[in-house]
């Protein structure tokens, strides 16, 4: 079992940054692909960024792209999103999951096995 656990959401203003970061105890990290997803009230969970386990290749949503940037900390088996020029649109409970071996696709929620509670960002306009 993974447990996995988001933090450093908050309040910000348009154009501002903030860091959100996904800490896993249970088990490593090791191997795996870790994404990011976002989901506003109303609407369906919406993927966000992932990265591979040496950091050597990421995605994102091209609504993001430039202004996101996914990273990971094997060492201390904990995966950021830091996202700048933050936009209204932007505000959503982030969550943070672990890929289970066999999803292939990044972007959909069904290629993931544990997720975290999720942290919420809001931007303010």
């Known amino acids: 079992q993974v447990q996995l656990v988001e933090s450093g959401g908050g309040l910000v203003q348009a154009g501002g940054s903030l860091r959100v970061s996904c800490a896993a105890s249970?088990?490593?990290?090791?191997?795996?692909?870790i994404g990011w997803f976002r989901q506003a009230p109303g609407k369906e969970r919406e993927f966000v960024a992932a990265?591979?386990?040496?950091?050597?290749?990421?995605e994102y949503v091209d609504s993001v792209k430039g202004r996101f940037a996914i990273s990971r900390d094997n060492a201390k088996n904990t995966v950021f999103l830091q996202m700048n020029s933050l936009k209204p649109e932007d505000t959503a409970v982030y969550y943070c999951?672990?890929?289970?071996?066999?999803?292939?696709?990044?972007?959909?929620?069904?290629?993931?096995?544990?997720w975290g509670q999720g942290t919420q960002v809001t931007v303010s306009s």
């Open positions: 999951a672990v890929r289970n071996p066999f999803g292939r696709d990044w972007s959909q929620p069904a290629s993931y096995a544990y």
């Open positions: 249970g088990r490593t990290f090791s191997g795996t692909v």
């Open positions: 990265i591979n386990w040496s950091g050597g290749s990421t």
